[in-house]
C-alpha cells in the first residue's frame, strides 16, 4: 500500500467520563467529540482532534468504551489492561479495496469484512501478529476531507 | 497543558530491520529516517514520517530498537509484548518547564529529569499508570518546526 495519513491512534478506556476528563482537564484538548454509539458492536466512542502546525486535522484519538462490558472487541485488552492503552494506530490509504487486495496478496490476516463503522467510510483491520505488534486499521480516506 | 501536536506513536521493535521492512514493504512509507544511536539509554531509533493533508509535518512512528538488550528502559515492555507493540505517545507543548509544573501540581509521576534525547529538545515521561494507561511523553516543540 501507499502510506496515508495517520488518520488516530484508538485507546481502550475503562470509563468514558474519566477518559474525557483526561483530555479535557489533564491533556487540555479543546475539540472533543459527542459520544457516538456503536450499537452493533456494543461500543462507545469520543474523539479527540489534536492540534497541527498547518491548522489542518491532526491525528485524533480515538477513546472506546464497552457499552456491554465483556463481550465485545474490546474485552481481552481491556483484562489484559485494566487501565486502558494504546489499543490500534488506523491509516488512510486512497482506495480500500485495493489496499485489502494486497495486504491479502502479502498473506496479512485480515479480521472480518470491509465495514463502515464510526468514521463513515469503509475500513478493515489487520491481525497485530502480521503488524508487528500493532492492530492496524487501515481506512479509505473520508472524502470530506479532500 | 494545553495539547500541542502529536509529534509521535513510539513503537518497540524487536529487531530494527524487520521494522523498517515493515514500514517500507508493507504500510508504504517513503521517508524513514537513518538510525539514530542513543547510546546513554542503550537504544537505536528511526523515525518514519505520515503524509498529512496540509503537506506539512505529520505524526510521527519512532520505532525503537534495544541496541543492549535486557537493559533498557523497553526491555519489561518487550518481555510482556514480544513482537513488539505501541510503547508510548508524545505531545508538544509550548513551554516544558510550565507542563512539567503543571504535571507535578496535579500529583502526576514523572519519570526522570527533563532531558534532550532523540529530538534534540527537552522531553519528560509521566507515569502510564496516572495517564490512563498511557506512558506519555511530553516534549518542547521542536524550534525548528515554527
Redo the contacts between chains.
Keep these: 500500500?501507499?502510506?496515508?495519513?495517520?488518520n488516530h491512534?484508538g485507546?481502550?478506556?475503562p470509563s468514558m467520563a474519566?477518559?474525557v476528563a483526561?483530555?479535557r482537564d489533564?491533556?487540555?484538548?479543546?475539540s472533543v467529540s459527542d459520544e457516538i454509539i456503536l450499537e452493533e458492536q456494543g461500543l462507545k466512542v469520543v474523539f479527540v482532534d489534536?492540534?497541527?502546525?498547518?491548522?489542518?486535522?491532526?491525528?485524533q484519538?480515538e477513546l472506546i468504551e464497552e457499552l456491554t462490558p465483556g463481550q465485545t472487541a474490546l474485552t481481552g485488552f481491556l483484562a489484559k489492561?485494566p487501565?486502558?492503552?494504546?489499543h490500534h494506530?488506523c491509516?488512510e490509504v486512497p482506495d480500500i479495496d485495493a489496499a485489502r487486495a494486497e495486504?491479502e496478496r502479502?498473506g496479512?490476516r485480515i479480521l472480518g469484512p470491509t465495514r463502515i463503522v464510526a468514521h463513515g467510510t469503509p475500513i478493515f483491520f489487520v491481525h497485530?501478529?502480521d503488524?508487528?505488534?500493532?492492530l492496524t486499521e487501515i481506512m479509505e480516506s473520508p472524502k470530506a476531507?479532500?
Design positions: 500500500m501507499k502510506l496515508g495519513r495517520m491512534v485507546y481502550a478506556v474519566d477518559a483526561h483530555w489533564v491533556m487540555g484538548a479543546t489534536t492540534p497541527t502546525d498547518s491548522g489542518m486535522n491532526g491525528t484519538i489492561n487501565l486502558g492503552g494504546q494506530v491509516f495486504f502479502l496479512k497485530p501478529k503488524m508487528q505488534g500493532m476531507a479532500h
